[in-house]
């Protein structure tokens, strides 16, 4: 089941290398969540899966919304994502698979980082930082 393996906690960041060998990080700080990628070539389809879980005591009913974009100058784009589901409906305790897609826009610099974040307003805490990009032409 996939929302099994899924369901424990991470202990610890780690780091996959080339070489099938894997470095277990721990920090005394609290370490800086991991961001989805959503990249693709210009007039292309970028997609992504996240994983959305109530850690509230009631039922959530919630739209997912996402940020502006920005680039490292600070300009910022406003792409338009497709959520499916795009209303999050939990019980307290459950969790749900959101896919994700967009068309990387030509508006978007080729190998240029626009940051943002993916959020269920209904769902304090739940902000997915998301890294959009346009592959090199």
Do not use: C, W
Not at 3 to 17: D, L, N, Q, Y
Not at 50 to 65: K, R, T, Y
Not at 104 to 122: A, T
């Amino acid at each position: 089941d996939l929302f099994a393996t899924m369901a424990e906690p991470v202990k610890a960041a780690s780091t996959h290398f080339g070489n099938g060998r894997v470095s277990a990080t721990t920090t005394a700080s609290t370490p800086k969540p991991a961001a989805m990628v959503l990249e693709a070539a210009p007039e292309s389809l970028a997609q992504g899966v996240f994983l959305v879980e109530n850690h509230l005591q009631h039922d959530v009913d919630s739209a997912v919304v996402a940020s502006f974009f920005k680039d490292p100058t600070g300009f910022a784009v406003q792409p338009a994502f497709a959520f499916d589901p795009a209303q999050i409906s939990l019980k307290p305790g459950e969790q749900m698979l959101v896919r994700v897609t967009t068309t990387i826009g030509s508006d978007l610099e080729p190998d240029v980082r626009y940051v943002g974040e993916f959020m269920v307003p209904g769902l304090k805490g739940t902000a997915i930082p998301v890294v959009l990009r346009s592959r090199g032409r």
